[in-house]
């Protein structure tokens, strides 16, 4: 995982445990010692081009949504911005535009400096509709999800090795649909939202969030195997994380992501 933080990164020595990147995680095949693909280009992004070890990336990029916290890793991502990168890029198909111009929306002048045409290397811009899809070796479920401001998409992420469901910013004191419930069932692992703290519920209804209590909540109806709970609250400071962990810490099923964590799910990894 290289990046946990939702909403806007958090530096400082009080963040440094749980890590301060936005979201971004990235996904390996059992075996393969580069990642594929990668959910989310937050800020975290940027560290994965350490990880490569100074290989170009080629992969694909699958985001959840286009708020900031989502995507502004991506014109920073070295090792995808290189003449001999090959990125496939995937959002959220919404108000019939295309791919490039759904990410243009967000990063384009006056907003940034330059364009998608901007990042070197063969960058392709997909518009992703909800269903099922192939995407770097892994079948890819895309499922639309309750949450604030533009489409957002939850993912169930598959291959032979097991199962991942990816829902960083879903709000479920709404309602969670029976297609959201079918995309958790008996998944491996769930990395979901988990901003907020119940004493903080009107916030997380009012930014389209969920709560720890939320997640575990949907966790257990859904039959996931192992809950990471995700997307922390950029004011929570790695003393308050350990604290909520503390309340949770009889319930093996449940831990709290950390920048840099290995996630082994099956035979493979996250
Ligand atoms: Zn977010
Ligand atoms: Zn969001």
């Not at 502004?72 to 959002?91: M, N």
């Not at 032979?160 to 297609?179: F, K, R």
Request: net charge negative; hydrophobic share 40%; aromatic share 8%.
């Amino acid at each position: 995982m290289l990046g946990v933080r939702g909403s806007t990164p958090a530096p400082g020595p009080e963040f440094v445990r749980y890590g301060g990147h936005t979201s971004c995680v990235a996904v390996y095949h059992d075996g393969e010692d580069q990642p594929s693909l990668v959910l989310d280009a937050g800020t975290g992004l940027r560290d994965l081009t350490k990880v490569l070890g100074g290989a170009p990336y080629r992969g694909s990029i699958v985001v959840s949504h286009l708020h900031w916290d989502h995507v502004q890793g991506l014109p920073f991502f070295v090792a995808g911005d290189r003449p001999d990168a090959e990125v496939a890029f995937y959002v959220p198909a919404q108000n019939a535009r295309t791919g490039r111009d759904l990410l243009a929306a967000a990063m384009a002048p006056p907003n940034f400096p330059i364009t998608p045409e901007g990042l070197q290397g063969a960058w392709s811009f997909h518009a992703l509709e909800a269903g099922y899809h192939q995407i770097a070796g892994f079948r890819v479920r895309a499922t639309e999800v309750r949450h604030k401001g533009g489409r957002t998409f939850g993912y169930r992420i598959s291959d032979e090795s097991g199962s991942i469901a990816y829902l960083p910013d879903h709000i479920t004191s709404a309602g969670v649909s029976n297609e959201v419930k079918d995309l958790v069932h008996d998944v491996d692992v769930l990395l979901h939202d988990a901003q907020f703290v119940e004493k903080e519920r009107a916030l997380s209804d009012a930014y389209g969030h969920s709560t720890v209590d939320d997640a575990i909540a949907l966790a257990q109806e859904c039959g996931a195997r192992r809950l990471v709970c995700f997307h922390h609250g950029p004011a929570r400071t790695d003393d308050a994380l350990d604290a909520i962990a503390e309340l949770h810490a009889d319930d093996a099923s449940v831990c709290f992501a950390k920048q840099g964590d290995i996630v082994v799910v099956g035979r493979g990894q996250v």
